[in-house]
């Protein structure tokens, strides 16, 4: 049972902090937005000094260092966490090689993850750090691409999640209801069976 509990704990903590990750991420470049969009007095003073055009390119810059080192340092954990739970569940507990299966293929997403897609897209993320939006440039539809294949596997990941923990909370609920439906009644000759 407290297998299960923690298998539980674990998946639904790692999905949960993984939507935090990304919503603070979209919550930053929104705020930048918002604020070149429809900035404050105080701040369209500054922003007049500077010129509105700069200060958008400098705010986005700093929104978008920030959420490149968050995406790096949560995939970074990510993977600990998958390697972690795929041998907990390996060695820990009795799993089927199903559910054994679903945790690989979750490690392997974060993997791709890790390995491929952000570093891809924080390059090209960089290569754009500087050029206004009204600028055209290739780099910029690839960088897209790269942005929607992130939320997709991103997507993935959670579903992958998800499933697990619905598959652990089911499966506790149920081991619990018939619990008392387990017991093995040993009556055999050799046992002497006696009855008080």
């Not at 993984?18 to 429809?38: L, P, Q």
């Not at 199903?98 to 952000?118: D, H, K, N, S």
């Not at 570093?119 to 790269?146: A, K, Q």
Request: proline share 3%; with cysteine; hydrophobic share 45%.
């Amino acid at each position: 049972m407290r297998s299960r509990a923690f298998t539980t704990f674990l998946i639904g903590a790692w999905l949960a902090f993984g939507m935090a990750v990304y919503f603070a991420g979209v919550v930053n470049s929104r705020n930048v937005e918002n604020m070149v969009h429809d900035p404050q007095p105080a701040e369209a003073l500054r922003m007049q000094k500077l010129g509105v055009r700069d200060t958008a390119m400098l705010l986005r810059f700093e929104s978008d260092q920030a959420n490149r080192f968050l995406e790096e340092v949560w995939t970074n954990c990510q993977f600990a966490i998958g390697l972690l739970f795929f041998f907990y569940l390996l060695f820990g507990t009795g799993e089927s090689k199903f559910i054994l299966g679903a945790a690989l293929a979750l490690v392997v997403v974060v993997g791709v993850e890790r390995f491929f897609v952000i570093p891809e897209m924080t390059g090209l993320g960089r290569l754009l750090d500087f050029i206004p939006d009204s600028d055209p440039t290739p780099v910029r539809g690839r960088y897209h691409v790269m942005q929607n294949t992130y939320l997709g596997v991103e997507i993935v990941k959670w579903v992958m999640q998800a499933a697990l923990a619905g598959y652990f909370m089911t499966r506790s609920r149920r081991r619990s209801r018939n619990a008392g439906n387990q017991l093995n009644v040993i009556d055999k000759a050799d046992y002497g069976h006696v009855d008080r």
